[in-house]
C-alpha cells in the first residue's frame, strides 16, 4: 500500500526516492500500450515500481477513513493538482492574449485578424501539443505508477517525441498555403493576407510548444505539477519583451528547455533512462491515442473556428465581437482543462496502483469541483457582461454586440467544465473514444 508523506517538498522527496537503480524488467514483463490499466491481483503480487516509496498525492487507507474524509481529502488533491496546471495554460494562453489586447487596441480590424490567426493556430498546430499529449495522460501516469521499470516513462517521452512530430508536418505545409485556404473559404481578401503571415512566422514555434506540452505530460505523470508554472513565469515576460518573431520562434523552445533543466536538476528525471530504440516500438498505438485526443479536445475549438469562419463573411464588427469571445473562452477553458489534466494524473496512478475505488472516487471528485469553478465563471461572466468587450476594443458596436452574446457563453460554463473534467478522467483510464 502507498504510504502517506507529509514532507514539505513532495517533488524533491520523489526524486530522492528513486535515486537508487531499479532492475530492469524484459519486455515480456515490462508495461506497455498492451497492458491492461488494472490487472487481476494475485498473493504473490508485490507493490509494482515500489509504490510503498511513491507520492501520489497522500493516498489516506481506505479501511481507516471515513468516506466523507476520503471524499474531501480527494476535493483538496484535485484542487491543489489543478491550481499549478491551470497557471500554467493561463501563462501559456498570456503569450497571444497580450498581443490581441495590444493589437485589438488599434482597431476592430486589427482585432480580428489577430485572434481569428491565433484561433486557427490552434485549432490545428497548437492541437497537436495539446490534444495529442494526453496520449500520456492515458499511458504514463499508469505506468510510472504500475511498472517496475521506471524507465518505460522515459521511452514514452521519446515515443510521444516521434509521433507528434509527425503529426506536426501537415500542418506546417497547411498553414504555408493558408491563405489560399482562407479565400476558397470566403474571407476578406486582407485578412487572408494578414493570417497567412502570421501563421507562416508560427511553425518553427509550433513543434516547440509540441515538445513543451510533451514534457509538461511527463512531469505531471510523476505528479509533478508546478515546473510548468516556474518555467512560464520565467520565459513569459521574456517573451512578451521580444518582437513578433521571436515571441513564437523561440518562446516555447525556451519554456521546452526550462522543463528539461527543471527535470534533470530537481525532479523527474531519473526516469528518462537515455535514448531507446523501444521507442520505435508501439507506434500505430500510441498514435491512435494521441489522434483520439486530438478530436476529443479539438472538438469545441473546431465548433468556436467555424463560428469565425462565418462570422469573417458577415462582417468586421461581427468578427471582432466573435474575436473577443473566442479569446475570453480560450482563456477561461483553462480552468476544466487543468482539473482534467489532475484527473488524469489522478485517475492514471490509481489505476496503475489497482485501485479502482479510488479512480473513480477521482473521477467523481473532478466532476463536482468542475461544476462549482463553472459556476463561479458563470456568475462573473454575467455581472460584467456590459463592460467585458472593453477589455479588447473600445468600439461601441463590438461592445455591444458582445455584451448581447456573452450570457450564452456564461450559460454553458458548467457543462463545459463537467466536459474538462470527465474528458480528463476518461483519458487516464485509456477511454477516449468514449468522449469522441
Known amino acids: 500500500m502507498a504510504r502517506r508523506y507529509s514532507d514539505s517538498n513532495p517533488e524533491e522527496d520523489r526524486s530522492k526516492r528513486h535515486a537508487s537503480p531499479e532492475p530492469r524488467l ?33 493516498i489516506l487507507p481506505e479501511d481507516e477513513t471515513s468516506t466523507r474524509m476520503l471524499i474531501l481529502h480527494e476535493f483538496w488533491v484535485l484542487f491543489r493538482g489543478s491550481i499549478p496546471v491551470i497557471m500554467a495554460y493561463t501563462l501559456q494562453n498570456s503569450l497571444q492574449t497580450v498581443s490581441i489586447l495590444i493589437v485589438g487596441r488599434a482597431s476592430p480590424q486589427d482585432l480580428s485578424t489577430a485572434a481569428f490567426s491565433y484561433m486557427f493556430a490552434m485549432c490545428s498546430g497548437w492541437l497537436i501539443g495539446m490534444g495529442g499529449s494526453t496520449a500520456l495522460d492515458t499511458l504514463a501516469s499508469s505506468t ?40 476558397l473559404l470566403g474571407q476578406p481578401e486582407q485578412l487572408c493576407k494578414d493570417s497567412a503571415k502570421f501563421l507562416t512566422c508560427l511553425i518553427p514555434g509550433g513543434l516547440g510548444y509540441i515538445a513543451f506540452e510533451t514534457m509538461k505530460k511527463y512531469l505531471q505523470a510523476q505528479e509533478i505539477m508546478r515546473p510548468g508554472t ?24 525556451l519554456s521546452f528547455l526550462g522543463l528539461v533543466l527543471y527535470a534533470r536538476f530537481v525532479a523527474g528525471g531519473e526516469c528518462w533512462g537515455g535514448f531507446s530504440r523501444r521507442a520505435l516500438q508501439n507506434l500505430g498505438t500510441f498514435a491512435k491515442l494521441a489522434a483520439l485526443g486530438v478530436v476529443h479536445v479539438g472538438t469545441e475549438w473546431w465548433a468556436f473556428e467555424i463560428v469565425a469562419l462565418a462570422a469573417g463573411r458577415l462582417g468586421e464588427v461581427d468578427l471582432a465581437s466573435q474575436s473577443v469571445i473566442m479569446t475570453a473562452d480560450q482563456v477561461l477553458n483553462t480552468i476544466p482543462f487543468g482539473i482534467g489534466v489532475a484527473a488524469s494524473a489522478r485517475v492514471g496512478n490509481m489505476l496503475g496502483l489497482r ?64 466536459n474538462g473534467s470527465c474528458g480528463g478522467s476518461l483519458r487516464g483510464m485509456g477511454r477516449q473514444h468514449i468522449g469522441e
Open 26 to 58: 524484459t519486455s515480456s514483463e515490462a508495461a506497455d500500450e498492451y497492458s491492461p490499466l488494472i490487472r487481476k491481483k494475485s498473493a504473490s503480487d508485490q507493490a509494482p515500481n515500489g509504490t510503498e516509496d511513491i507520492d501520489v498525492g497522500d
Open 230 to 253: 516556474y518555467v512560464l513565469l520565467i520565459t513569459s515576460p521574456i517573451s512578451a519583451a521580444l518582437n513578433y518573431l521571436f515571441v513564437y520562434t523561440l518562446g516555447y523552445w
Open 355 to 418: 485501485n479502482g475505488k479510488g479512480a473513480a472516487r477521482s473521477a467523481n471528485t473532478a466532476a463536482w469541483l468542475s461544476m462549482l469553478m463553472g459556476g463561479v465563471v458563470l456568475a462573473i461572466l454575467l455581472a460584467t457582461k456590459n463592460v467585458f468587450a472593453k477589455i479588447f476594443n473600445d468600439d461601441e458596436a463590438v461592445v455591444k454586440l458582445t455584451a448581447e452574446v456573452l450570457p450564452y457563453v456564461a450559460l454553458f460554463q458548467v457543462a463545459d467544465g463537467l
Open 144 to 183: 510510472f505508477t504500475g511498472s517496475k521499470n521506471k524507465h518505460d516513462l522515459g521511452i514514452l517521452l521519446q515515443r510521444s517525441f516521434l509521433v507528434l512530430g509527425l503529426f506536426y508536418v501537415p500542418v506546417a505545409v497547411l498553414w504555408t498555403v493558408s491563405e489560399h485556404l482562407f479565400r
